[in-house]
């Protein structure tokens, strides 16, 4: 997100007690301005990072958008999602069609996260140039692997990340000087564990430096274990809890040990396991919906209630011109 160039409010100066035995009176007019002021001071100030929401102890819901509309973007944060993923792994979009997306959001201050086709150097290079408020890496597997994940998101001699920030939308193309110092510290990454293979290694992985979030794939994992029509089997649902348990005991653990790497929970919502629950357990951040999703719903919905809406109005309607007719013939 960009939203930390907007320029800060300016304070107001203190002005003296009014010497006199009056009491004050507020205009409806200077309560309205006051209002105005306020609300346009709220909205230059910066939106607070995902990181130090987290760090708070803030408990984040996302949405994930599909469909790359920039339009339902700007709505989902218009109605309160505390990020919005941006899914480059599942929907038709690349980057011109994300870029869209992330002026939407941050128009509408809400961070966006960039879910990647997969983990390599060459889609998080393009992706972090857009701006982000953090990335999402696909199929994680092994500690090896995430410290992999983490470098292709670093400058050198950090990391493989290719240098063009003087040009690139993330530096507000150059214009921001203190991106470099702080873009590393900034960016969320997120590693997806959503294999039996990443399961056995989740506590390995969530302590490499670097991963700022672990990311369960519920349905990627139930297909690995041979479930794939069944992502609610009780087999998946304990591999799901054993590694839930590992990552919430290291974040318990951090506190004897604050310089190692612990990585926070996040999640998918499922039909079996729903994103109340998930909350409940613990879990730091809860994907609870995703667009397509909530326009099917919404939209078989409608036309289930119109269907039989429309039956029981043209019986009723009959039914109401025989009684008239009856009555008019009796007279």
Not at 30 to 59: E, Q, Y
Not at 71 to 91: F, Q, S
Not at 217 to 238: F, H, I, Q, T
Not at 307 to 323: P, T
Request: a negative charge.
């Amino acid at each position: 997100s960009i939203s930390h160039l907007l320029p800060a409010p300016k304070p107001k100066p203190r002005t003296p007690p009014r010497l006199s035995l009056l009491p004050r009176r507020r205009s409806r007019a200077a309560g309205a301005i006051s209002a105005s002021a306020s609300a346009a001071s709220d909205f230059l100030a910066p939106v607070p990072s995902l990181k130090s929401r987290l760090a708070a102890g803030d408990t984040l819901y996302g949405l994930f958008l599909l469909s790359f509309s920039p339009t339902l973007a700007e709505i989902a944060a218009l109605a309160g999602y505390d990020y919005v993923v941006v899914d480059m792994e599942h929907g038709p979009g690349g980057i011109t069609e994300a870029l869209a997306c992330l002026r939407a959001l941050d128009a509408a201050r809400t961070p966006a996260v960039l879910r990647l086709p997969e983990a390599c150097p060459v889609w998080a290079k393009k992706a972090l140039d857009l701006g982000p408020a953090g990335l999402m890496l696909p199929a994680v597997e092994s500690p090896a692997a995430a410290a992999e994940a983490v470098s292709h998101c670093r400058y050198p001699p950090r990391g493989v990340r290719g240098a063009a920030y003087p040009i690139v939308r993330a530096s507000a193309y150059g214009l921001d000087d203190s991106y470099l110092s702080r873009c590393e510290d900034d960016t969320l990454i997120i590693c997806q564990v959503e294999t039996a293979a990443g399961v056995a290694e989740i506590d390995a992985i969530a302590a490499v430096e670097g991963v700022d979030v672990v990311q369960m794939g519920p349905l990627d994992l139930s297909a690995s274990m041979g479930y794939l029509w069944d992502p609610g089997n009780r087999k998946v649902r304990a591999a799901l809890r054993e590694a839930e348990r590992k990552v919430l005991e290291a974040r318990k653990k951090k506190d004897a040990a604050p310089k190692t790497n612990a990585a926070y929970l996040g999640g998918f919502a499922m039909p079996n396991d729903p994103a109340e629950q998930l909350k409940h357990r613990g879990y730091h951040m809860v994907a609870g919906a995703v667009d397509i999703g909530l326009f099917r719903k919404a939209a078989l919905e409608d036309v289930k209630r119109f269907k039989d809406a429309s039956m029981e109005i043209g019986e009723a309607e009959g039914e109401e011109e025989d009684e008239k007719e009856d009555g008019y013939w009796s007279e």
